[in-house]
């Protein structure tokens, strides 16, 4: 089911009420409605892939009870690694088969050695890589000891497949979200009415900005033989929104809408783009994600502890299974190889952690310094958004060519106006509530009712004036 | 929890409020974009000479007459003038259909009007992948929508599943509309909304499959009508089929038939008199359900026109004449708009000696 469809706005208001009004007695029959209700949406989508869910919770459930009672050193590494490999089996399977047997066939063929392996027919099953993080997380930090595994499979079932952000993140860590699901939950009027303006507004990224950049982009990426330079550039920044808009936009559906069940998951995004460095972007975008990497394959790896070698090889390491995870193509590797080309100097010269508070601070116009940091790093990403968004490297490669000519200096045959107004809009918005948690939440803030009304009517009319397309998010394909 | 839900409420209300005020200021919006560009295009080019016999439909008008060659062969049978015009669109059926009419009737474009062409069809189920777009939801009201339920409900000839789906697109369609759902995005971000191209070759509103095929750039679709084609000629017993259902009994007046539905086209004839226009339904070929036969049979005879019948009409029917499935080719077009003036002018001269 997808957040921007009609059937989620059925649905979300029949299990609201349910949980409400109807399961607010108790709170393990609360549980077992979100479960239920997550295994509907989910389901939507193909109820044949549940089971995969179903058997991941069921394997991960028992060998947490396991690890917990287990003492010895050796039998808790085998369960750790048992559910290591099966998740990752799974995701392996899944997403990345077809990729590695197609790559074995063509270098085996390179160096003269024909091999017979067929590739298969895969659906990649939506969210996995999303769901199967989750778990994961729960496993490593039941055997580190940092939780205590619970033994209520209903809660454990509802922590793995809640369904806001079961498709596509934020990933939850099971120190944060599972103890939500032990405790009563009551209703807070005002974090259900923040959640709806998330909502909203991740909405309004989603239907008006990402859907619309989406049209452009396509057209441009598609044919960018067709383009002189200066479109090529147009169709990069189109699909930096696009992305941006359509990732985050899931992200505070997803966040606003546990709200309204008074659940708290983590931010996801905290404004990317106004970003002075790479490594403050990276402390901005997919958060969860991030901060997964860092905690489960990072810091075990040594970090930046060590000698210079030790850095570079680890930052390379994160990066490039960072990419990997987004999908199985060369050009997500090359994607994040190229990120962490952008991070080495700052973290070589000790200068990622120079940016960690919010650009121009009680300003209303950032400094021409911070100007032009914001811009450069911008520019960096957008330009790594292109092998992103190619089929294939050599696409990603002409592009790039196509838009190193003289071209790139002549007007653009397409300059949708009235977009990039609408895109300096939602720039606006973002640009003036960069200190909150989402572009619309003006707790403690006065300003007057009528201006905030008169916001949220606007956004709603902008949504509802681009409805219609259901655009799936991209990042379901992850 | 009560503040809570007031609040949603009042927003609710405030949207819906703003929404329809919005609709009262601002100028009427035609949300299907080739009847669009077709009406626009009248009004700024030809607004010094309107035609004054106008074609209704679904992609049988839009692709399978052509003005031209029905002005023509009109005018060698009765040495008489006409100066028509195709507003056809393709996958608009009824009743968007009735409601384009009723709107054009109380247009200005109608002072000019003499004849109008209306395909006769079923009510239709909005198809899956036009649900949520402007086109299928912007003309849904109150009115329209329960002259669905109705015409659905006294439909003998479909199930109740069928009935189920109908009505439930149709809801979230009115829905959809009362939202402003999709309503004026597409229009005000994409620069192709007004496409002066779907006026065809002539500028007349008719647009052949054959030259959609050659001229578009969208390659999927070009992709689809070559499939279409090729289907057709790869096998051919559906077509056989749909030529022996057409020559069901047309003479049985006392077969069950959808008398709300016929009661909204009674209506459209009594609307168009007072206006003094002369309505006639067109039976066309390749869509003759029982259901259409029998309400055919119940219509006025000055208000119909039959070219479905395949032992009166074996040329609509045959594969050199034909694109696809369902539409006629461009040799078949011209052959279907002159039998369509011939038919029609025996339907004026008849009524004449009458």
């Known amino acids: 089911m997808l957040f921007n469809s009609l059937d989620f706005a059925v649905f979300l208001p029949i299990i609201f009420i349910l949980y409400w009004f109807i399961f607010n007695k108790n709170i393990k029959l609360q549980n077992l409605l979100i479960v239920c209700a997550s295994y509907l949406f989910y389901g939507w989508w193909d109820w044949k892939f549940l089971s995969l869910i179903f058997f991941s919770t069921l394997i991960d459930y028992f060998i947490g009870r396991k690890l917990f009672t287990e003492e010895k050193t050796t039998n808790r590494k085998i369960l750790l690694w048992s559910s290591i490999v099966i998740n990752l089996g799974f995701l392996g399977f899944f997403k990345y088969y077809n990729f590695f047997v197609e790559n074995f066939i063509t270098a085996f063929t390179f160096f003269g050695c024909n091999i017979n392996a067929n590739s298969l027919n895969i659906i990649l099953p939506v969210g996995i890589s999303f769901y199967t993080f989750q778990t994961l997380s729960y496993s490593i930090d039941v055997y580190k000891k940092k939780l205590e595994p619970t033994k209520d499979f209903i809660a454990f079932a509802a922590f793995v497949s809640f369904f806001p952000q079961l498709v596509a993140g934020p990933i939850e860590r099971a120190t944060n979200l599972l103890p939500q699901f032990y405790k009563k939950r009551t209703f807070n009027y005002s974090n259900a009415i923040d959640g709806l303006r998330q909502i909203l507004w991740g909405l309004f990224k989603k239907v008006v900005i990402a859907d619309n950049c989406a049209d452009y982009a396509n057209l441009i990426f598609n044919n960018y033989t067709d383009y002189s330079g200066s479109v090529l550039v147009l169709g990069a920044v189109f699909f930096a929104f696009q992305i941006y808009g359509d990732f985050s936009g899931y992200s505070d559906i997803a966040i606003g809408t546990a709200r309204l069940f008074s659940f708290n998951l983590m931010q996801n995004f905290a404004f990317p783009y106004f970003s002075r460095d790479i490594a403050e972007f990276w402390r901005r975008w997919h958060i969860s994600l991030s901060t997964w990497f860092r905690d489960y394959l990072y810091i075990p790896l040594g970090g930046s502890k060590g000698g210079t070698f030790n850095k570079i090889k680890n930052t390379f390491i994160i990066f490039i299974v960072s990419g990997f995870w987004h999908g199985a193509n060369w050009t997500f590797i090359v994607w994040g190889a190229l990120n962490a080309i952008y991070f080495l100097p700052l973290l070589l010269l000790n200068k990622n952690r120079q940016n960690i508070d919010i650009v121009a601070y009680g300003k209303f116009i950032p400094s021409i310094n911070d100007f032009f940091k914001i811009i450069i790093t911008f520019s960096l990403t957008v330009f790594a958004w292109i092998f992103f968004r190619a089929e294939n490297l050599s696409h990603a490669l002409n592009y790039i060519s196509g838009i190193i000519n003289p071209t790139l200096f002549t007007y653009p045959s397409i300059l949708p106006i009235k977009l990039i107004s609408m895109m300096l809009f939602f720039v606006l918005i973002e640009w003036l509530q960069r200190t909150e948690k989402h572009a619309l939440c003006f707790n403690g803030k006065t300003i007057p009712l009528i201006f905030r009304w008169s916001l949220y009517l606007v956004i709603a009319f902008l949504i509802a004036s681009f409805f219609g397309k259901a655009n799936s998010f991209i990042y379901f394909q992850f | ?354």
Request: charge should be positive; proline fraction near 3%; include cysteine.
């Open chain 2, 1 to 354: 929890m009560k503040n809570f839900i007031i609040r949603i409420v009042f927003f609710i209300l405030l949207y819906l409020i703003i929404g329809r005020l919005i609709s009262l200021i601002t100028p009427y919006h035609w949300g299907n974009p080739w009847y669009s560009t077709k009406i626009q295009y009248l009004e700024k080019f030809k607004s010094n000479n309107l035609p004054n016999t106008y074609f209704f439909g679904s992609s049988r008008v839009y692709r399978q007459i052509m003005p031209t060659v029905f002005d023509s062969t009109y005018f060698s049978l009765s040495k008489k003038h006409i100066n028509s015009f195709n507003l056809g669109a393709p996958a608009t059926f009824c009743p968007q259909v009735y409601y384009l009419y009723e709107n054009f009737l109380s247009s200005s474009l109608s002072q000019n009007t003499k004849y109008v062409f209306i395909e006769l069809m079923d009510i239709d189920l909005i198809e899956k992948n036009l649900m949520h777009q402007e086109r299928v939801t912007y003309w849904i009201n109150l009115s329209d929508i329960f002259f669905g339920y109705n015409a659905l409900h006294n439909n003998p000839s479909i199930s109740l599943a069928t009935k189920t789906k109908y009505i439930s697109n149709y809801s979230i369609s009115y829905l959809e509309n009362l939202l402003h759902m999709g309503h004026f995005g597409q229009q005000y971000l994409d620069n192709n909304y007004y496409n002066l191209d779907y006026l065809g070759e002539h500028k007349n509103g008719f647009f052949s499959l054959e030259r959609d095929t050659a001229t578009t750039k969208n390659e999927t679709f070009k992709n689809q009508l070559i499939d279409r084609n090729k289907d057709l000629i790869a096998d051919t017993s559906e077509l056989k089929n749909r030529a022996i259902n057409s020559t069901k009994d047309f003479s049985n007046k006392n077969l069950p038939l959808d008398v709300v539905h016929l009661e909204r086209i009674n209506k459209l004839i009594n609307l168009s008199k007072e206006k003094g226009v002369s309505v006639v339904f067109i039976l066309s070929p390749r869509n003759n359900s029982q259901n259409l036969i029998n309400l055919y049979n119940a219509i006025p005879e000055n208000n119909k026109i039959q070219l479905s019948n395949s032992k009166k009409y074996p040329e609509l029917y045959m594969i050199e004449n034909s694109f696809d499935i369902g539409h006629l080719n461009t040799k078949g077009s011209s052959i279907y708009s002159s039998l369509l003036a011939t038919e029609f002018n025996k339907l004026l001269t008849d009524k004449e000696h009458h």
